[in-house]
Each structure stands twice: as structure tokens, then as C-alpha cells.
């Protein structure tokens, strides 16, 4: 029994998707690894190439497009610099012959299997929540459907402002906004609450599972 977790009540999911994810390889037990995604049913990965673990465990492999070819709202979120954020917009397509030239990335592929399987009310609830949308003028109706470009159009105004939707973000001026920095966001350390955390205490867990191991 660990992380609240007792090992006797485990059941392995029966679908797992990963989205240029590579545990294979990146992990530091390749094998077990394997051994491990064997035993889910099926494995999907998006992916722009075939690495170790759509090699060996995908059942389908659908094939992402790049960060010059995709619209994608957040490709990542900086942990602890707030306002910091960079986003995805074509500006190329995918030099394939049609239909493979209309490739589209997975948040329109998630967004589909929504609406197909019945689930696209509680996600617009969540996207609602996690996006603030609730209570502005560009909050989702949970009985309503929306296209994939119209929900980043709405993050985008809530985030930048009503003319920073998508339509700005797309044209050839906009796309780029910069802002200074203020004070407490150069100079974090000097702003922080309560003690820096110096030492990692759940390593000593590590340290005895590695102990029983050896």
C-alpha cells in the first residue's frame, strides 16, 4: 500500500492515450515499463514520429502535427511565472498530398470524441472552471457546441482581452504580446511566503524502498 493506493484493489485502465509522450524511453526501467503498458488493453499515441513506446505497446499511432502546423491554444505552462504562456498558430501546412494535407491535432481530435461519445457538456463545465470563463461573455452553455477554433478564440479574449481573440492572433501583426515585468515577478525569491524548501522529504521513502530493493 502506497500513496493511498493499496495494491490489491488495483485495476489497469482499459484505454490509455498518450500525446507526445515517450515512457520507454525516458524512463528508468524500460522493461518494466513494457511489461506494464502490455497489460492495458489499448494504446493509443499521437505522435510525430515512431519512438520506443509507439514501437512497441501503441495498438494506433495517429500521426501530430508540428508546432509550425498546428492551432493550439497553450502548448505549455511555466510552473511559478505566473502570465507566462506561449500558444501555437499554423503557419504552414502539412507538405502532404489530400486528405493528409488537413491533418488536425489532438485537442480537435478530443474535442470530437467528446461530442461522439456524449461527455462535451461536462467538458465545457470544466473548461468553464479551469479556463474562467464563468461569468464573461465568453462562457460556454453546457447544452451548447462550439468548434475548436471558437473555444481558443474565447481563452484568448479572457486571457488578453476582447481584440486579442483569435482573428488577431492569426493575423500577420498580431500573434506576439509583450508586457514588463513587475517587480515581484523579476525578483521572486525576495516575495515568497514562508521558508524556500531546501530538502526534498519524500526522498527518504526513496531511500528505504531502494534499501529493501538492494
Not at 513494457?34 to 495498438?59: G, H, Q, Y
Not at 502546423?69 to 506561449?86: C, I
Not at 506576439?176 to 516575495?191: C, D, H, I, S, T
Request: aromatic share 14%; hydrophobic share 40%; charged share 30%.
Amino acid at each position: 500500500k502506497r500513496y493511498g493506493i493499496d495494491r490489491k484493489d488495483f485495476t489497469w485502465p482499459e484505454l490509455m492515450i498518450l500525446s507526445r509522450e515517450n515512457p520507454i524511453k525516458n524512463s528508468y526501467s524500460p522493461e518494466y515499463v513494457t511489461k506494464s503498458f502490455m497489460k492495458i488493453p489499448f494504446i493509443v499515441s499521437f505522435n510525430i514520429d515512431l519512438d520506443e513506446t509507439a514501437n512497441a505497446v501503441a495498438d494506433l499511432v495517429i500521426p501530430d502535427l508540428n508546432h509550425l502546423e498546428r492551432l493550439q491554444e497553450s502548448v505549455s505552462l511555466r510552473a511559478g511565472l505566473p502570465g507566462f504562456w506561449y500558444a501555437a498558430k499554423p503557419v504552414v501546412k502539412p507538405p502532404f498530398d489530400a486528405p493528409w494535407n488537413d491533418l488536425v491535432n489532438p485537442g480537435q481530435i478530443f474535442l470530437l470524441i467528446a461530442e461522439k461519445v456524449g461527455f462535451a457538456d461536462e467538458l465545457y463545465k470544466v473548461l468553464n472552471r479551469n479556463w474562467k470563463l464563468t461569468g464573461t461573455p465568453y462562457e460556454l452553455d453546457p447544452s451548447g457546441k462550439y468548434s475548436y477554433e471558437d473555444l481558443v478564440d474565447r481563452r484568448l479574449k479572457v486571457w488578453l482581452g476582447p481584440d486579442k481573440g483569435l482573428e488577431w492572433c492569426m493575423s500577420d501583426e498580431g500573434g506576439l504580446l509583450v508586457w514588463p515585468a513587475r517587480v515581484e515577478e523579476k525578483y521572486k525569491g525576495a516575495f515568497r511566503d514562508g521558508r524556500l524548501h531546501l530538502y526534498y522529504e519524500f526522498m527518504v521513502g526513496v531511500k528505504e524502498d531502494l534499501e529493501k530493493t538492494i
